[in-house]
């Protein structure tokens, strides 16, 4: 039998090993997508092996607001100011007891006081705009089996959620528009911190002991001003910048000899306030929001009672979607815009007395 000869075409292949698809060598000869930019071999088995991970990287952010102030989402819609009412009281006559004796006979005439307080309000707005383009875009994205993790609509959405959240947060702390927040109010009580064996008023350069006694000479001063009403004046909030909150996490030391429990730990049970059964609480607040905010650009430590006869925040209306309308704008083509609105006050303050700042901390 006569031995097998390769076929004229497979010999052929087999001289010409160099004309390949995506093949890169200038032989002259035509080649599969010969004007394609080029990439590695096994193309379509590695796009088939692809796996997309849905999980979205967000920016990285810090929203404190609910946890430092009683938030009332009163739900009233978008007024111009909120009001609260205040009494003091006092009396007539030449005595201040009411109590009779025999020199004295004269009743006081108790009276009342009424005032009545106002906040104004802050309208806010924010919205987005989606190109026509850039939906069919994601459509043939889809048709071709590789969509987005995440809608343009939701990536949008989120994008006004964060900045409605950090808009609560600029406002419960340095206020807007004139009115004051939390670390900035000048009707609030202020002190600097004294220095302490070392010279120094830096919580950092300060014994455990200096610092609970900075604490406690604090809280002693607001409930002193506030005729002693340990229940509704003593603070239980103490803000601190992260910076001096990382260096008090640290453990302390007594005798020289580190133990096992932190500076903050040691002075949230050991201060006046614990002492008087309030729940007192140390919290880290971000530079950005309290960082120089005291006399001189010192440093602020921020004592307060965080309750809403004292101090609240009111959303009269939460973020809501107002509208959302075809539109063209110029260069970016046609497509549609959404609107959203929200209504925040500013900061209310019923009762100044029942906070302070302590600088230079």
Known sequence: MKPLRPHRFFASLQADLGARAFDGTPTGRGRALDSAAGGSGLA??????????????EPLQA?????????????????????????????????????????????????????????????????????????????????????????????????????????????????????PGLVNNSNAFETVAPAGAGGSTLWTKKSPQEILNDINNMQNSIVEQSGYDIAEAMPDSLLIPYTQFAALSQPMAIGGSPVAVSIISYVEKECVAAKNGVNFKINSLPNPWISGQ????????VFYK????????????QKVLALTVPTNLGTLGPGYSSSFFGCISNVIFKRTLTMGYLDGI
Do not use: C
Not at 294 to 301: C, E, F, N, P, T
Not at 306 to 315: A, R
């Open 294 to 301: 005291g006399s001189g650009g010192l440093d602020r430590a």
């Open 63 to 179: 929203v404190t607001h609910p946890r430092d102030i009683w938030v009332d989402n009163s739900g009233s819609g978008f007024p111009q100011w909120i009001s609260a009412f205040a009494i003091n009281y006092a009396t007539t006559g030449t005595q201040n007891t009411g109590l009779q004796g025999t020199q004295n006979t004269e009743i006081a005439l108790a009276q009342a006081d009424l005032q009545k307080g106002f906040w104004p309000t802050n309208i806010w707005a924010s919205g987005f705009f989606i190109g026509w383009l850039d939906l069919q875009r994601l459509q043939t994205a889809k048709k071709s089996g590789l969509p987005p993790p995440i809608s343009l609509q939701d990536m949008y959405e989120q994008s006004v959620e964060t900045k409605w959240v950090k808009d609560l947060d600029r406002v419960t702390y340095l206020g807007w528009n004139g009115y």
């Open 44 to 57: 379509f088995l590695q796009s088939q092996l692809e796996y997309v991970d849905t999980d979205i990287v």
């Open 306 to 317: 965080n309750s809403k006869k004292s101090l609240y925040l009111d959303i009269p209306q």
